[in-house]
C-alpha cells in the first residue's frame, strides 16, 4: 500500500508569515475594518481612521503622519480600497527606511556587539540566534555573559553558547559586569575570533544606576580597543506595545543604540510598534524575531 506523501516543511517565509498574522490582525485588520464600512473616503471615515490609527500600537507621532498622508491625498483617492493601498505604501516606505541587516566590517577585528534591553526581552534567545547565523557564515564568535546579576541567566546563555559552537567568557555572580566585558574582548583579541557578542544585565530603562553601569562598560570596551562596540543592539520585546518606543527613547539617549532586534512578534497583536518605532527614530532595524 502506497504511503502517503509527506507534506513539506514550510519554508522560513512560510513560518515568518505564520507568525506575523497575530500583528496582522491587530494592525492591518482594524484599520480595514473602517474602510469596510464605507465605500467612499468621506469625512465620517476620516474621523474614524483618525481614532483607529491613534488606538493602535504604532504611537500617537506615527499615526498622524500615516493619517495625514491620507488626508493629503484625499482627493486622489478614488475609494477606500485606493485608501488603504496608500496606507500599505506609506507604512512600506517607512520600514524599508530602516531595514538594514547588521553587516561586519572586516577591518574591525574582532567586531564588538553590546546587546542591551529589560528583562525578559529575550536577549538571551537573540544572541544565541545571532552566534549561529554568524557561525554558519564562517565567523569565529565569542559570548561574554555580562549578567551577572543572576546565576541563572549565565548558564542559560551558556548553554546557548555550546549549542551555537560559540566560544564563552563568564565571571561569578555579582561580578563588574564590564570587568567581564574586558576579560571577553581580551579573549577575543588574543584567540583571533571575528566576533565578540557581550551580553548585558536587563534592567529598566528608568533605573538611571544600571543605565550608568552601561555607559561604564561601552567606555571601558572603548578604551581597549577604539571603536567599540561597533554595534550597540537594543532588543525589544514586541509584546509591550508602544513601551517599546519609550524604552528606545531611554537606552538611545543613553546609549546611541545602533540597532535594533524585535523579538516575539508571533506572540502578539501589538507588532506594529515596529512601525512607529522606524518613524520616529533613525536607528536600522537589524532583525525581527519570532519563535
Avoid: C
Wanted: cysteine-free.
Amino acid at each position: 500500500m502506497p504511503q502517503p506523501k509527506k507534506k513539506p516543511a514550510p519554508s522560513s517565509k512560510d513560518k515568518l508569515e505564520r507568525g506575523l498574522s497575530k500583528t496582522h490582525k491587530g494592525f492591518i485588520d482594524r484599520i480595514s475594518a473602517v474602510f469596510k464600512r464605507s465605500g467612499s473616503l468621506d469625512d465620517k471615515i476620516l474621523t474614524e481612521l483618525e481614532e483607529t490609527l491613534v488606538g493602535t500600537d504604532i504611537g500617537v507621532r506615527t499615526a498622524y503622519t500615516i493619517f495625514d498622508f491620507v488626508r493629503n491625498n484625499a482627493e486622489t483617492i478614488k475609494d477606500t480600497d485606493q485608501a488603504m493601498e496608500a496606507i500599505k505604501t506609506e507604512i512600506t516606505y517607512i520600514l524599508e527606511k530602516r531595514e538594514e541587516p547588521l553587516s561586519l566590517s572586516e577591518e574591525k577585528k574582532p567586531f564588538v556587539i553590546m546587546v542591551s534591553g529589560v528583562n525578559g526581552s529575550g536577549k538571551t534567545t537573540t544572541i544565541a540566534k545571532i552566534a549561529y547565523h554568524l557561525k554558519n557564515q564562517g565567523k569565529s564568535v565569542i559570548i561574554a555573559s555580562g549578567d551577572t546579576f543572576r546565576a541563572a541567566a549565565i548558564e542559560q546563555l551558556e548553554h546557548w553558547a555550546n549549542k551555537a559552537g560559540a566560544d564563552f567568557i563568564k565571571s561569578h555572580e555579582g561580578a563588574d559586569p564590564s570587568s567581564v566585558a574586558f576579560d571577553g574582548l581580551q579573549a577575543a583579541l588574543s584567540r583571533g575570533h571575528d566576533v565578540l557578542i557581550i551580553d548585558t544585565a536587563g534592567r529598566l530603562h528608568t533605573k538611571e544606576n544600571l543605565m550608568e553601569e552601561l555607559k561604564k562598560t561601552k567606555r571601558v570596551l572603548d578604551k581597549k580597543h577604539p571603536g567599540s562596540p561597533h554595534e550597540i543592539l537594543l532588543v525589544l520585546d514586541a509584546t509591550i506595545g508602544q513601551n517599546a518606543i519609550e524604552q528606545t527613547r531611554q537606552f538611545n539617549n543613553s546609549l546611541g543604540v545602533t540597532g535594533i532586534a524585535l523579538t516575539k512578534l508571533d506572540g502578539s497583536s501589538k507588532g506594529g510598534v515596529i512601525v512607529g518605532i522606524a518613524n520616529e527614530f533613525e536607528i536600522p532595524i537589524r532583525y525581527i524575531g519570532v519563535g
